[in-house]
């Protein structure tokens, strides 16, 4: 297994104004984010609204990024499920398209209890040859598993070589999570919007997996990381951070609303469950996205929010 390492951002799913996916407009972003310099690229999570896709439409979209990358980058697929059949069935549909990892969050039903875990990320071991990354977010969304519990799951299931860790504090965790599991894990990634990628890098995280609407400006913070200019990479997580914050908020509408903003998207529709912008929340969003608006190289803003 080659290490993945980098900026990898989450998808989403474009819809048309009709609701069903808008196939062009999903690779469009493709290109969007391979051409602003990502290392990787990660669908479906849930930033790409995956519990709202169905089987049909997932299965479209993965098959269309296989093709779209065509082994440009690393492919990172979304495979969580409520079974391991189902879960494994993911996977495969990724491996299937070129992805050299799965992502997988387990079941609300495991909660805290590890030996479910195990034997849940072991059940779709036994499923498919890919390798497996553990995603651990907070509650409700996830388990929210601390440090000790995430390391001996993947003591115990070989075929986990990857984690993401997005449960608080997530620099603490991943300092943690490489202690204790090794040289067992290919790495750690950060995850939680990029929100705290600069503590999770200085704790030795592989990258991060953040949403796709400033992907350039982080491949750009992870370059500057990379070269040893700390005090540039500081400043460019400075400028994105009152994005990221209110992203934090809206979610895949903020992401989505900035995307068309920079041209990359005609149509902001969203299934996802969650607040929605008003008057006033459109007026603060153009307001930050002008103030970081000279970052935007590649797409710079272009339309009225």
């Known amino acids: 297994m080659s290490i993945l390492e980098g900026v990898f951002p989450v998808l ?36 790409s609204e995956v519990e709202k896709l169905s089987p049909d439409e997932r299965a479209i979209l993965v098959t269309d990024l296989g093709q779209r990358i065509s082994g440009s ?6 495979a969580s499920a409520a079974t391991p059949a189902a879960a494994a069935a993911f996977a495969e549909e990724g491996r299937k398209i070129g992805a050299v990892a799965a992502m997988v969050m387990a079941p609300a039903a495991c909660g805290q209890d590890i030996a479910a875990h195990v034997e849940f990320y072991g059940a779709i071991a036994a499923k498919t040859c890919i390798a497996l990354m553990l995603q651990n977010a907070p509650s409700p969304i996830g388990a929210g598993l601390a440090p000790e519990a995430v390391a001996k799951i993947v003591l115990a299931v070989p075929a986990i070589r990857f984690v993401k860790e997005e449960t608080l504090p997530c620099g603490q965790h991943v300092t943690k999570i490489r202690a204790l599991a090794g040289n067992r894990l ?60 209110f992203q934090a908020i809206f979610r895949v509408r903020a992401t989505k609303t900035l995307l068309r903003m920079r041209g990359l998207l005609d149509c902001e529709l969203a299934r996802a469950a969650g607040p929605e912008l008003d008057a006033g929340d459109r007026i603060e969003l153009a307001a930050l996205a002008a103030e970081a608006a000279d970052l935007f190289d590649r797409h710079p803003l272009q339309r009225d929010i």
């Open 73 to 78: 980058v690393p492919i990172v697929v979304g």
């Open 186 to 245: 290919d790495g750690v990634f950060g995850g939680a919007g990029a929100r705290y990628v600069i503590d999770e890098l200085a704790r030795g995280a592989n990258g991060t997996m953040p949403a796709s609407e400033l992907a350039d400006v982080h491949v750009a913070l992870m370059r500057a990381w990379r070269g040893g200019d700390k005090k540039r990479a500081r400043a460019l997580y400075s400028r994105t951070l009152p994005l990221l914050l």
């Open 12 to 47: 989403p799913t474009p819809f048309a104004p009709d609701g069903t996916i808008d196939r062009l407009a999903f690779s469009a972003l493709v290109d969007f984010v391979v051409a602003a310099g990502a290392d990787g690229v990660v669908f479906p999570g849930m930033a």
